[in-house]
């Protein structure tokens, strides 16, 4: 009867021992994961409730710690991956139907650098004007809508550009103020007229118009950076346009 009892005894130890062994191993587990999982979760939230505040950031932090702005060279050609460097140049010719004089146009490929905008008054200086409006080639400059006239042409230019980066200093310009556009073959200048707010699905803005016009756009937050929905225009009116003598050769 004691030999049983023994047995037992040292049965129920070796069972009690185990279990502590693993509620240790559990333990020290638990007391290691925890704080790890804790620290994910906390990370996690900090990522979601910071996310929408740091996209409110960037545009200025993109100001801060952009680099200096290289301007491009003014020649009639420029590096562009859009199209072979040995592309032709594609030229032709508009008709002055007052003075019966004809003059050169040279129209650009998509990606080419293809004038220099300028209106003091706003702070806008020497901004390169590109051909296309795509991310790449707003990075780059302003942007010139491939959808809108060719610049010289009667009607209505198009260019955009963002507001954290060329385009900053556009909310400046007021009615009155003089800006000049000039390309290697002509020099337009005009006189801003309006300013207008528009949503971005409106676009009679960056339609086809009767008379001689230029209208700058970028994002529009009430004055604040990044993008939105709105849009700022910057409507001018055709004031002289100045032709050049070009070498096509």
């Known amino acids: 009867m004691s030999e049983r009892t023994s047995a037992k005894g040292k049965s129920h130890e070796t069972h009690t021992h ?94 080419d650098f293809y004038a220099t905008l300028n209106c003091e008054a706003a702070g806008m200086n020497d901004i390169p004007v590109y051909c296309g409006t795509a991310n790449d080639v707003l990075e780059n400059g302003a942007g010139w809508y491939n959808g809108s006239e060719f610049i010289g042409v009667e009607g209505n230019v198009v260019i955009a550009g963002h507001n954290h980066t060329y385009f900053y200093n556009l909310p400046n310009c007021d009615v009155g103020d003089k800006v000049t556009l000039e390309t290697s073959y002509c020099k337009l200048t ?17 339609s086809p118009q009767k008379d001689d016009r230029l209208t700058m756009y970028t994002c529009w937050n009430n004055g604040k950076l990044g993008m939105s929905e709105y849009r700022l225009a910057i409507i001018c009116k055709l004031v002289e346009r100045e032709w050049k003598e070009v070498q096509t050769e």
Do not use: W
């Open 18 to 111: 185990k279990s502590s062994s693993s509620n240790q191993v559990l333990r020290t587990i638990t007391f290691v994961l925890t704080p790890f999982l804790m620290l994910i979760i906390f990370c996690s939230l900090g990522f979601i409730f910071l996310s929408k505040p740091a996209a409110k950031i960037q545009p200025y932090a993109h100001m801060a710690f952009a680099q200096n702005i290289v301007r491009p060279d003014t020649s009639l050609r420029t590096v562009n991956k859009y199209r072979d460097d040995d592309a032709p140049l594609l030229t032709d010719t508009v008709k002055n139907e007052e003075t019966e004089e004809e003059h050169t146009i040279i129209y650009p490929y998509y990606g």
């Open 190 to 206: 005009y006189e801003v007229s309006e300013r207008v707010v528009f949503h971005q699905s409106d676009v009679s803005l960056v």
